[in-house]
Nanobody, 113 residues
Framework: QVQLVESGGGLVQAGGSLRLSCVAS????????MGWYRQAPGKQRELVATITIGGNTNYADSVKGRFTISRDNAKNTVYLQMNSLKPEDTAVYYC???????WGQGTQVTVSS
């Protein structure tokens, strides 16, 4: 199993940036394919970005060109760099391990207009 803890959320103005981190423990991180998801109030959880064990990435159309997912296996951490933030990016952001089907507790991101 793997335990995931997100951090880095907060309140930012539109056009600003945030970097989310997700630290994994309990398993060898390098074998985890990882993803970031988000859930806005009243909406379903949606996929934001994924990164494979080999480092290949994929993004939702709504964040392409603005968000970047990356991983540092030495630090057991996956990141989500979010630039040019918009009010519609406001949500709780979760990281997920696909290898172990585990979720973190989430971190709130609020973008003001």
């Amino acid at each position: 199993q793997v335990q995931l803890v997100e951090s880095g959320g907060g309140l930012v103005q539109a056009g600003g940036s945030l970097r989310l981190s997700c630290v994994a423990s309990g398993s060898r991180f390098s074998i985890n394919a990882m993803g970031w998801y988000r859930q806005a109030p009243g909406k379903q959880r949606e996929l934001v970005a994924t990164i494979t064990i080999g480092g290949n990435t994929n993004y939702a159309d709504s964040v392409k060109g603005r968000f970047t997912i990356s991983r540092d296996n030495a630090k057991n951490t996956v990141y989500l760099q979010m630039n040019s933030l918009k009010p519609e990016d406001t949500a709780v952001y979760y990281c997920k391990s696909y290898t172990f089907s585990s979720w973190g507790q989430g971190t709130q991101v609020t973008v003001s207009s």
